[in-house]
């Protein structure tokens, strides 16, 4: 439920008055806000009512604002994710599994590995993502979406049964679990899907990103066969991103695992982060971070697109076996790309040529003309011959959300082009940048696509928001089965903050039953929630009990936002060895943990985590706000966007012991609080 926004005495005042004057007839009566009006809210914390209200208005510069301020609102709407909503018996099951199930401890070894149903995803094969219907110029508008709505209805319709029937199935060693089996999420907007067929149809060579924690959930069955579904020659790069977090050996691994599973696609590694230490004033040192592409890592990348562009450049098997098309046949890309532009980096790390413009640059971005394009490439079949195309080569980053498409984009031209943030589905729209005059990059907003992965695991990924997620106790039960929590923050068992039970019972001699010590007690998924809320003095406003649903949102968003580091081995790993020291067995009972990269996270201010963050997002916004064209207003309106989930209920406040003058002086409680209200109702009486 959300929180009420605080309201000044004046301010309630002015509104009983206003109230009042309604009731005695003396202004008219506003009309009811209707049920969608009492839900919505627009931007600036500005209601619809509002919006409507100024709209009317007799200023025209104030109705034209409200307007195209209506017109943004709705637009970003069409765009929302929809999320499902946790059935109320499915959260009650994994509240009481969460407190009653011990953790898994030690973590066994066979933790640090990617789950096998990633890997053997058989019934996952039967998915697909949803493709675009064909479509003529003669089509209307209405048409065209109508066909595009039919097609996804029914693609709908065919995904929610397999993945239900794969939430109904059984598993196998398990008995009962139908119930505690979470969904899988999928992007259930055809918007967002709509922002994936134009780039897919405008692109040429895809980049798929994959976040190298666990690589094999962000690249599906599903748009594994939607890209090999195009009937126009298409390559496809596995990009492995966020390679700083993980650590090359680790990335490395991965990378040789994807070119074995997947022969003939190529696979390249970045990082889209330098790491600056600089000081503010009255903050103290903190950690900068700025768009930056390793040099090794540019080279790579380029190195890949060079190669797939000279495989577009190549006739495809059944036409170089047939001389005479093999005659007239002419590539669909442009054959001329000056690659050794873009290797040229200076000292800011930004290509030679970044951001430059074509004289015709004004034409590829005419919606227009490239329907047109698409169309084209589109119709045409494999044995036609094409004049050969003066359009730049087009390259689309496409992946689910919070892999790093806008980041790497930013990390290519070496400063903000466009909005990045740690909150999944930052990109709304699908945006184009060009890197040379030849070369274009379109980024592509994240969805989460089709697949037969728990929920957990998805958030785990940080590929649903955080704020999104109300099955707060199995993610932690999932998180805690593969990494030590309590050691990870240095956490106290509940059981120890308790008073110990006087045993008045007489015991004859060896007989007492010893204590456990507290190594020996177990954890639960609810002692690590309780255990953290007490850590941070979080309780709830009205009972003063343990705040577990604000610790269990800090813990999610700190596995998310890589403040803890984890990272997933690849199948049959050849770091698989047995532990032959101490501290190797200590390590194999880390589970995905990372522990070298951090021994403890830092804890030192919980609320000002998220907000020293922030802080730095949007610092590094007003310093190239000029060159991304970016307002004020957007900024203000992004900043409500990542706002964290309501936890911040005011805890009780304790009462200060001080001690009293005197010889015998007593321990008393400070009444400051009772002292301000007496000395008000003074004033107030004095006053009448």
């Known amino acids: 439920m959300a929180r009420k926004k605080p309201q000044s005495t004046k301010q309630k005042k002015a509104q009983l008055q206003e109230k009042r004057a309604i009731k005695r007839g003396d202004i008219p009566a506003p009309p009811p806000p209707t049920r ?24 025209p510069e104030v109705a034209a604002a409200a307007a195209n301020l209506a017109r943004k609102i709705e637009s970003s709407r069409k765009l929302q994710s929809t999320y499902l909503k946790m059935k109320p018996e499915f959260l009650a099951a994994w509240k009481e599994k969460a407190a009653n199930e011990p953790l898994r401890r030690p973590v066994p070894d066979e933790a640090r590995y990617v789950p096998s149903n990633l890997v053997e995803q058989k019934e996952a094969e039967e998915l697909s993502a949803p493709k675009r219907p064909k479509w003529r110029f003669e089509m209307s508008k209405k048409e065209v979406e109508a066909n595009e709505e039919a097609i996804f209805q029914r693609w709908m319709a065919d995904t929610e049964a397999k993945v239900e029937k794969w939430r109904t199935s059984s598993i196998e060693g398990q008995e009962a679990t139908t ?13 967002v899907w709509r922002q994936l067929w134009r780039v897919t149809e405008l692109s040429s060579i895809f980049l798929v990103l994959l976040d190298s924690r666990c690589p094999l959930l962000h690249y599906p069955p599903s748009l594994h066969n939607y890209i090999r579904s195009f009937k126009s020659p298409r390559r496809t790069i596995l990009v492995l991103t966020k390679v700083d977090v993980v650590g090359q050996d680790r990335a490395d691994r991965w990378k040789a695992w994807l070119l074995n599973r997947y022969p003939g696609v190529k696979v390249a590694q970045v990082s889209s982060y330098l790491d600056q230490e600089g000081e503010r004033k009255g903050q103290g040192a903190r950690k900068r971070y700025i768009p930056h592409i390793p040099p090794a890592s540019l080279k790579d990348l380029l190195e890949a697109l060079q190669q797939c562009h000279k495989e577009l450049l190549e006739p495809p098997p059944h036409i170089r076996d047939n001389p005479e098309k093999h005659s007239s046949w002419k590539p669909r890309v442009r054959r001329e790309v000056d690659w050794t532009a873009l290797y040229r980096v200076d000292q800011e790390n930004r290509p030679a040529t970044s951001g430059t413009t074509r004289p015709d640059e004004a034409q590829a971005e005419d919606p227009a003309h490239e329907e047109e394009q698409v169309q084209k490439n589109e119709d045409d079949s494999d044995d036609d011959a094409l004049d050969e195309p003066n359009g730049p080569l087009t390259v689309g980053l496409i992946g689910q959300p919070n892999v790093g498409k806008s980041s790497l984009l930013n990390a290519l031209f070496g400063s903000i082009k466009v909005r990045a943030s740690r909150t999944p589905g930052k990109t709304k729209h699908f945006q184009t940048l060009f890197w ?29 928001p955080i704020s999104r997620v109300s099955s707060i106790p199995s993610c932690i039960f999932n998180a805690g089965n593969l990494l030590p929590l309590e050691r990870v923050f240095n956490l106290r068992h509940p059981s120890e903050d308790e008073p110990e039970a006087e045993d008045k019972r007489t015991w004859r001699g060896g007989m007492k039953p010893s204590t456990p010590s507290v190594a020996q007690k177990k954890w639960t998924a609810m002692d690590v929630l309780t255990a953290y809320a007490n850590k941070k003095g979080w309780v709830t406003a009205k009972a003063g009990r343990p705040d577990v649903n604000r610790a269990g949102n800090a813990i999610l968003r700190a596995l998310a936002e890589n403040r803890v580091p984890w990272a997933f081995e690849p199948p049959s790993s050849p770091s698989a060895s047995t532990p032959t020291s ?3 067995t200590e390590k194999s009972h880390d589970g995905i943990w990372l522990a070298d990269s951090t021994s403890r996270i830092d804890e030192t201010d919980a609320e000002s985590e998220v907000d020293d963050d922030t802080e730095d997002e949007d610092n590094k916004l007003t310093q190239s706000m000029k060159e991304a064209n970016i307002s004020e207003e957007e900024e203000e309106e992004d900043e409500e966007e990542e706002d964290w989930i309501d936890h911040t209920k005011p805890a009780k406040r304790k009462p200060t012991i001080v001690t009293s003058g005197g010889m015998f002086g007593a321990l008393v409680e400070d009444d400051d609080e009772d002292e301000e209200e007496s000395n008000e109702d003074e004033d107030g009486s004095e006053e009448g």
Do not use: M, W
């Open 179 to 191: 119930l505690l089996r979470s969904p899988a999420y999928f992007e259930r907007n055809i918007e």
């Open 582 to 584: 101490a501290e190797d």
């Open 436 to 464: 040379s005059p030849e070369l274009r990059l379109v980024d592509c907003p994240g969805l989460v696509l089709p697949n037969l992965v728990p929920l957990e695991l998805q958030v785990l990924s940080s590929i649903i």
């Open 36 to 59: 969608s009006e009492k839900k919505r809210r627009g931007v600036h914390g500005r209601s619809t009512i509002q919006l409507r209200d100024e709209k009317q208005s007799d200023d």
